[in-house]
């Protein structure tokens, strides 16, 4: 079961990190969208996709309307990959990735390209963005190989750089986003500062880290058992756990059992 939950876990963090992040909802927000069989960032006026080619990686903009692209940017990848993960402030996000062979690991640095200046910048070393909402993004730092375990902070786009707002838990778990609204899991402690991965308290906030809701506690009842993170959706939380899978029942505000498969 430890080894389901562990690659459960490992897709649903490509899926959020790596593939795409997720958006919030809100007015002419940015969304992603497959243009051009890329997978794009679309207002729905104007859009942005990156195209890898060998050892470089461009990053076109493209006009909805007249269906036309116009290079923006092209970036010598080295060791690194490019995914797209936001645009705010008159800047496209990126998340440059580095798989480390050595030790099985990945670094993540959120980048950022000038729409107008058409300048790459660094903005924040050893974090990922898992979501935005127009100025606002959810960074996410792995604490460990697995990643398990999460630093997870939120931060403002400005037109001088990516302001850290809040940092939410530095030993937790990203859920997902659900209407307009941030879901993560913290472990508990011990007196060392390792976390205890037998429990989990499961929390909400808005995009701007305020009306926090605490929505559930769980422990596992087996000895050494490990409560793994899970998703959001509209009937409530589901999570995985060593004995099997558990949803927090929006409506009864109840855990139950549950096939997260």
């Known amino acids: 079961m430890k080894n389901f939950a562990r690659g459960f876990l490992s897709v649903a963090l490509l899926v959020m990190g790596i593939v795409m992040c997720t958006t919030f909802s809100s007015a002419a927000a940015y969304k992603f969208k497959t243009i051009k069989g890329q997978q794009a960032l679309s207002n729905g006026k104007t859009a942005y996709y990156l195209v890898t080619k060998g050892k470089k990686t461009t990053l076109y903009k493209y006009n909805v309307k007249k269906k036309k692209s116009a290079k923006l940017k092209t970036i010598k990848n080295g060791k690194a990959l490019y995914y797209l993960s936001a645009v705010a402030s008159g800047k496209v996000y990126l998340d440059k990735l580095v798989y480390n062979k050595s030790n099985y690991t990945t670094t993540h640095t959120v980048c950022s390209v000038s729409i107008k200046k058409k300048k790459l910048k660094t903005e924040m070393k050893n974090f990922e963005i898992r979501a935005f909402s127009g100025d606002y993004m959810l960074c996410v730092k792995c604490n460990g190989e697995d990643c ?15 302001k850290k707002i809040k940092t939410l838990t530095k030993h937790g778990n990203f859920f997902g986003q659900y209407k307009d609204r941030i ?73 139950e059992e549950n096939d997260i498969n």
Do not use: C, H, W
């Not at 499961?202 to 993170?229: A, C, E, H, M, Q």
């Not at 509209?234 to 927090?248: S, V």
């Open 148 to 162: 398990d375990v999460q630093t997870m902070l939120l931060a403002q786009s400005t037109k001088k750089k990516l």
């Open 183 to 255: 879901y993560y899991g913290e472990y508990p402690v011990d007196s060392f500062g390792v976390p205890l991965k037998s429990s989990i308290s499961v929390y909400s906030v808005n995009r701007k880290g305020k009306d926090l809701i605490n929505y559930f506690t769980y422990t596992s009842p087996i000895p050494s058992g490990i409560v793994f993170g899970g998703y959001v959706y509209k009937d409530g939380i589901a999570f995985q756990t060593d004995e099997g899978g558990k949803l927090y029942n929006f409506k009864t505000k109840t855990i």
